[in-house]
């Protein structure tokens, strides 16, 4: 099997600083198992894998190098940049699959723009609840 795995720095106008994630496009096929080896073999912080979605106009599947992610921000930012400079894509308003649910995504130009779900917060602990190193 070839696959194809891009490097796009995110959050830069040109190849130089930014934030790198790795991006495969066509991630249609792979297993889970697969995506980690990938990110694994990358070792960045994440990498994304474009899939097809019936939910929404693309699935992403984002992965660490030893796990799973819900959701990456500069790694969406890098996979939307590389279809517009792939001309792989012709409008500007997008919705993409991800664990962290349906999530918009909208191009100005070269500009890619992610809006996230707001936060969900679970109850506070009390600080005798915590470990000693964590307070």
């Not at 889970?32 to 939910?55: C, K, P, V």
């Not at 590389?82 to 909208?106: H, M």
């Amino acid at each position: 099997m070839n696959i194809q795995v891009f490097i796009v720095n995110a959050f830069t106008k040109n190849k130089s600083g930014g934030n790198p994630a790795g991006v495969v496009v066509d991630g249609d096929g792979l297993s889970a198992e697969d995506m980690q080896y990938i990110a694994s073999e990358m070792g960045l912080s994440e990498t994304a894998f474009i899939q097809s979605s019936s939910a929404a106009d693309y699935k992403i599947k984002y992965f660490t190098p030893v796990s799973e992610v819900d959701l990456c921000g500069h790694a969406t930012i890098a996979s939307f940049a590389l279809l517009v400079q792939r001309k792989a894509v012709s409008k500007n308003n997008f919705t993409i699959e991800t664990k962290a649910g349906i999530l918009p995504v909208r191009i100005e130009g070269e500009k890619v723009f992610l809006t996230q779900n707001n936060p969900q917060f679970g109850q506070e602990l009390d600080k005798k609840e915590l470990p000693s190193h964590c307070i």
